[in-house]
């Protein structure tokens, strides 16, 4: 974050007065979108966070409509992004099982609160 940092309230405002919701949210959005934005990855932290450690074919099975190439891709970003732990469990035949890491751990409340408003304010049903 740079050293000059801009205040900004709900309603885009910019005093010193209002307690501050954001400084410089910019940078803390890029991080997010960068780690959560791709289409499988919000999915594949969730299902590691209520499942805990799980091996790719269950993983695949449980995140649904992905293919295993994505999968695969999607696993590696999110191993490259310190998120995700690989580990080999098995050499004969080889049996790999993927967890979070404490820093994919700590995405916890940030899934919880978009499961929350994904529930609550989703696509609003068209025969209302």
């Known amino acids: 974050m740079s050293s000059e940092s801009t205040t900004v309230s709900w309603d885009g405002s910019s005093t010193g007065a209002d307690r501050p919701l954001f400084t410089e949210p910019n940078e803390a959005f890029d991080a997010v979108q960068d780690t959560l ?4 990855h919000l ?3 969730y ?3 209520e499942s805990g450690p799980m091996g790719f074919s269950a ?3 449980e995140v649904v409509g992905v293919s295993s190439k994505m999968l695969s891709e999607s696993l590696t970003r999110l191993e490259d992004d310190g998120v ?3 580990e080999i469990v098995s050499d004969q035949p080889v049996r790999v099982e993927y967890s979070l890491t404490e820093r994919g751990r700590a995405l916890e409340p940030v899934v919880s609160a978009v499961v929350t408003w994904g529930t609550e304010y989703g696509p609003e049903d068209e025969a209302e």
């Open 37 to 40: 934005g791709r289409k499988w």
């Open 43 to 45: 999915r594949i932290v």
């Open 47 to 49: 299902r590691l966070l």
């Open 59 to 61: 993983l695949k099975d």
């Open 84 to 86: 995700v732990d690989r």
